[in-house]
């Protein structure tokens, strides 16, 4: 059998980047360097349509959702490129694909880190580093409930019309037709 694999698991508000740059060296200084790294933090306000939404909502999900992750990514990439190795995972979300009602500041920020992903994906190309991005698709979750009973028929139409229309045949879903 080979060698334990540490796992430590921290808490920090990742919208601060001195505490998630602090937690690091923290972790570091307790086990050696980061090997791989999660970037799973987000808030996800479906309470406001876009033209009724405070701006603070706004400022509050992308520093979470978008600069947590870059955050989390500045404080563990630079030194796993530096020793040739390691992981990042970062939770995106369905929603970084395609936007839904009442979640215009939710999939804007899951759209930011899709492209922040794919951009340090090529980036790391060659050192020995690799990232990945997962993206979960709609699932029945006290926020996503919280969408449908606001929006019902929205959420209906965005459901029927455009998310079974992403997922294949085989799945249960249908093929999406051009003319919807």
């Not at 987000?42 to 309470?47: A, E, F, K, L, R």
């Not at 989390?72 to 796993?80: C, D, E, F, Q, Y």
């Not at 690799?130 to 996503?144: I, K």
């Amino acid at each position: 059998m080979g060698p334990r694999a540490q796992v430590l698991a921290l808490q920090a508000d990742v919208s601060n980047y001195n505490e998630v740059r602090a937690a690091v060296s923290d972790a570091e200084r307790q086990h050696g360097p980061v090997d791989v790294v999660f970037a799973n933090a987000g808030i996800s306000p479906y309470s406001a349509l876009f033209v009724d939404g405070d701006i603070q909502l706004w400022e509050d999900v992308n520093r979470v959702n978008y600069l947590g992750v870059v955050y989390t990514l500045r404080a563990v990439l630079p030194g796993m490129v530096q020793r040739g190795s390691g992981h990042a995972v970062i939770t995106c979300s369905i929603v970084g694909v395609c936007g839904g009602p009442g979640g215009s500041a939710y999939a804007a920020s899951k759209f930011a880190v899709r492209g922040l992903a794919d951009s340090i994906r090529a980036e790391l190309l060659g050192t020995g580093v690799s990232l990945h991005l997962a993206c979960p698709v709609w699932s029945d979750t006290p926020l996503a409930r919280k969408a449908v009973q606001q929006w019902p028929e929205l959420c209906k139409s965005f459901y029927e019309n455009y998310i079974t229309g992403l997922m294949p045949a085989e799945s249960g879903g249908r093929v999406h037709d051009e003319e919807h």
